[in-house]
Every structure is written in C-alpha cells, then in structure tokens.
C-alpha cells in the first residue's frame, strides 16, 4: 500500500492549482454573462426584463450539480461530448452569471435615484450614463458582495469532481484511495481551501468596512 508523502501532496497542490484556474474561468465568463442579464435586468424594454428576470428564475432554482449532470452527461446522450474541464466550467459561468446579475443589478439599484436624474439633465445617453455616472458608483458597491460570492464559488468547485475532473477535492480521494489514510489527506485538503478562501473573506469584510466608511460621509 502506498504511503502519503511528498508526491502525493504535491499531487494536491497542482490540483489545487486547477481549482483556481477553474475558479478564475467560470468567475470571468459569469462576470461577463452576469454583467449582461444584469442590464436587462434594468432595462426600458420590457421583453428584455422578462427574458433576463427568466433565465436568472431557472438558474438559481435548479441545483448547480444538476446543471453540470446537464452539460455532461446530457449533451453526451445527445452526441455532443464535451470534455470534463469544459463541461465544469460550463456549468460554474452558468451558475455564476444567474448570482452575479442579482448582486450587480441590486448595487445598480442602490445608486441614488438622483444620480440618474442629474446625468439625464446633461442630455447623457443611457450608455453614457451607466458609463460616467452610474456603473463606477454601483462597482464600488457590488465589490464587498462580489468578492463574498466568490468565496462560495471556489468551494463550490468541488462538486465537479462528479465528472472526474480532478480539482482540489477530488485528488484528495484519489490519494486516499491509494493510502487509506484519510485524516492527514484531508486535513491537507481543508488547509488548502482554507488558505484560499481566508483571504477573500477578509477581503470581502475589508471592503465592506471602507465602502461603508466612505457613504458614511
């Protein structure tokens, strides 16, 4: 029987290493794709609304794990196989857009009604003002509940693991099948997330602080 040592913890940091590139990929294609239906979301017409209110309504009411199994196993029964990175990352942008759009159309709301008001007495466009007036106040609200959202996501990385892509959580039960033993693989797995998610939570809570010392005034 193999015994836990040195290849088998670097073993769980190069997956760990894919669990970031993981992360990094569905939090930018989401970002994107959250981006867009957020607008909508806000939008003068009302088919736009609607679309956009649907799509986040399916999303957030379906399990994330389902919709992986869908872009799985689902598009393979139809001939369409898509390798696990991919199906995974799939998966995550969709579930990360759905919770991106709500969070950034909420910080867009909270801009004071007055804002747009004065923008609107400029003559600005409606692109104009999301870019000069709206959107640079409205980031700076979304960031403590982004970067929140973003600890979950890295932590919910570890459901892909049902495919066999092999991220952080999934090589910690490769390595524990080969060497029963459990608690110092795991424990080694937990230091791990926990040395990845600590920071952005305290990011997240430092942001939180200084945005809400900064409307203070």
Do not use: D
Request: hydrophobic share 55%; aromatic share 12%.
């Amino acid at each position: 029987m193999t015994t836990f040592g040195l290849p088998e913890a670097l073993f769980i940091l190069r997956a760990a290493g894919w669990t970031l590139v993981l992360t990094s990929v569905a939090f930018i294609l989401g970002g994107l794709i959250g981006g867009v239906f957020a607008i909508m979301r806000l939008s003068q017409v009302a088919a736009l609304r609607r679309f956009a209110a649907g799509y986040i309504l399916v999303v957030q009411s379906i399990p994330v794990l389902m919709v992986l199994f869908m872009s799985y196993y689902g598009l393979s029964a139809m001939g369409v196989e898509l390798p696990p990175f991919l199906a995974a990352a799939a998966s995550l942008s969709i579930y990360v857009s759905a919770y991106l759009a709500e969070i950034w159309r909420g910080s867009i709301q909270s801009v004071p009604f007055q804002q747009w008001e004065a923008s609107a007495s400029l003559a600005l466009t409606r692109g104009q003002q999301y870019r000069y007036i709206i959107l640079p106040q409205a980031i700076r609200i979304s960031l403590p509940p982004t970067v929140g959202f973003l600890v979950q996501l890295v932590k919910n990385t570890s459901i892909v693991s049902v495919v066999g892509f092999v991220e952080l959580s999934r090589a910690g039960q490769l390595v524990n099948n080969a060497t029963f033993q459990p608690f110092q693989i795991f424990t080694l797995v937990a230091l791990i997330y926990f040395a990845i998610c600590f920071p952005l939570s305290r990011l997240s809570r430092h942001l939180e602080q200084v945005m809400n010392a900064s409307r203070s005034h």
